[in-house]
């Protein structure tokens, strides 16, 4: 079983989007959009453990103060994702805390090569480093919230820690520390750091330009042993999928597709597939063909316009967004209603304030449908309203409190908003309904970072990597973790 994960503090309150917290997630958005001039508006927030919505327990969170982190300039940031994923059980044989060969193999043996050779002696020769290498050689896993030995025998967690450097720290005379921190002061601690971050960027495993060619194209697994199968692969998917067996219900997907490269179903699920996993690139291309195969499938429209979001592609996720309601049997009417010049629709702002305006009125005239506060939800984010994007995305975990995806979206919501303690109990709740969804465990690492527990968010990244082990920005997102250990320990880590 999942260990459940503690909430620290979580009595304060407000995917993915840019926050008004300087944290390791700072996101860039693509157009200038309004922020709210004040704080985000008390809301009350339907607990973990809500199942009807006429049984909530609720618990108030109220505004908090941003947490500002004082240290030297972090490589470049990433943006943090508001996700629309398929809904599916626990899976994969083992829990989604575990972490096995299964990861990245290259990519950890380069990081490992590249931190040995930054020539940071502290850094190289820290037990961090030896950590991921036996990781990868399969010496030690992450399980239940344990680390466990090759032979399954638990671990010391705390003995990863270089507590030989911490003695030898300790033991130093104070006038020598003070004169170590002063020429490292001068000197730049980072320097040779950023050295590493370059290098890593040069080698191409941290890049995250392949945007064009891989919309352009999706590359299937090689090996797939549904393409021979008598069964229809769709049904088998969504077999495979109710068992929480994601793994084979993705290469079924894949078999769908390939046998019929007009599923619009067929890609619209193995879209949300990749989206679950935090790969919104590869979920794009398969929702855009999808969409191409059938223009009506609403909910292929809706998830094409949560990860073109996530991809701050803002412009066009907002004409997905409006697509979707005039394509939509229940909203079309407000579309067609709309005087909207069609030329003034090619500005940015006045189609944000457009799409805005006609899924509060969609909102307003069928208050049970969850979907239409999904939309809602994102296009606040895109307009940075965070209070009411969070107000929405509760409003929609109250009409389908079994889907994680929403759980999980109010979370990066709250998160973006600067109010990480507040994410935690809303991620938490993504992970007791899906256990192996990936993209929540990244995002809970992420906000466990932004709390300066970094140790926690190292442990949920390698876990994310697990489930996902092509997620290649994960590693990027790892590596900015354990330079802030490095730093908030002042030049020791592991």
């Known amino acids: 079983p999942m260990a459940e994960i503690t909430t620290q503090g979580a009595a304060n309150w407000a995917q993915e989007f840019d926050g008004r917290q300087v944290n390791q997630m700072r996101p860039a958005m693509m157009h200038p959009v309004r922020s709210e001039s004040a704080a985000p508006p008390t809301v ?61 193999v290259d990519a950890a043996k380069r990081m490992v090569e590249t931190m040995r050779s930054s020539g940071n002696a502290k850094f190289a020769n820290s037990q961090f ?108 998917a969504m077999r495979l999928l109710a068992e929480g067996k994601d793994k084979e ?90 005087t909207a010049n069609p030329q003034m629709l090619l500005d940015y702002d006045f189609l944000k304030k457009d799409v805005v305006s006609l899924l509060e009125r969609a909102a307003d005239s069928r208050p049970q449908d969850a979907d239409v506060f999904v939309a809602l939800g994102v296009a606040y984010n895109i307009d940075r309203s965070y209070g009411r994007a969070a107000e929405s995305f509760i409003t929609a975990a109250t009409l389908r409190p079994e889907d994680p995806t929403l759980w999980n979206k109010l979370g990066a919501t709250l998160a973006n908003s600067g109010l990480s303690e507040a994410s935690l109990v809303a991620y938490n709740q993504a992970l007791k309904l899906k256990p192996n969804y990936a993209r929540a465990w990244s995002n809970l690492a992420i906000a466990h970072c932004n709390l300066n527990q970094h140790q926690d968010g190292i442990r949920f990244y390698l876990a994310a990597l697990k489930l996902s082990p092509k997620a290649e920005h994960l590693w990027t997102l790892l590596f900015n973790a354990v330079r802030r250990r490095f730093d908030s320990r002042q030049g020791r880590i592991f």
Not at 188 to 194: A, K, Q, S, T
Not at 195 to 215: I, K, N, P
Not at 297 to 313: H, I, K, Q, R, Y
Request: negative net charge; contains cysteine.
């Open 129 to 236: 480093v030896d950590f991921v290498d036996q990781i990868v050689k399969g010496d030690l896993q992450l399980a239940d919230d344990k680390v466990l030995d090759s032979t399954g025998e638990p671990v010391n967690w705390e003995a990863l820690y270089d507590e030989a450097a911490a003695a030898m720290a300790h033991a130093e005379e104070i006038t020598e520390e003070q004169e170590q921190m002063n020429r490292e002061e001068n000197a730049g601690i980072f320097g040779p750091m950023d050295d590493v971050w370059q290098q890593m960027q040069q080698e191409g495993w941290l890049q995250q330009d392949g945007w064009t060619s891989a919309r352009d194209t999706y590359e299937f697994n090689t090996e797939n042993p549904y393409l021979e199968s008598s069964e229809s692969p769709l049904q088998l």
């Open 249 to 338: 219900a993705m290469l079924a997907l894949e078999a769908e597709v390939q046998q019929h490269p007009d599923s619009s179903e067929g890609w619209r699920l193995l879209g949300l597939m990749h989206a679950a996993n935090d790969m919104d690139v590869e979920a794009i291309t398969c929702l855009e063909r999808g969409h191409d195969a059938d223009p009506y499938n609403t909910d292929s429209l809706l998830a094409l316009g949560v990860s073109l979001t996530n991809e701050l592609d803002s412009y066009r996720a907002l004409k997905i967004l409006r697509e979707w309601l005039q394509n939509h049997e229940a909203y079309h009417g407000l579309v067609e209603a709309n």
């Open 44 to 104: 009350a927030f339907a607990g973990p453990a809500m199942q009807q919505p006429q049984q909530h327990q609720q618990a108030v969170f109220h505004p908090m103060p941003p947490q500002l982190y004082h240290q030297a300039p972090l490589p470049p940031p990433v943006q943090l994702p508001l996700q629309q994923q398929a809904v599916t059980s626990p899976s994969d044989a083992t829990t989604a805390a575990t972490v096995d060969k299964n990861v990245d």
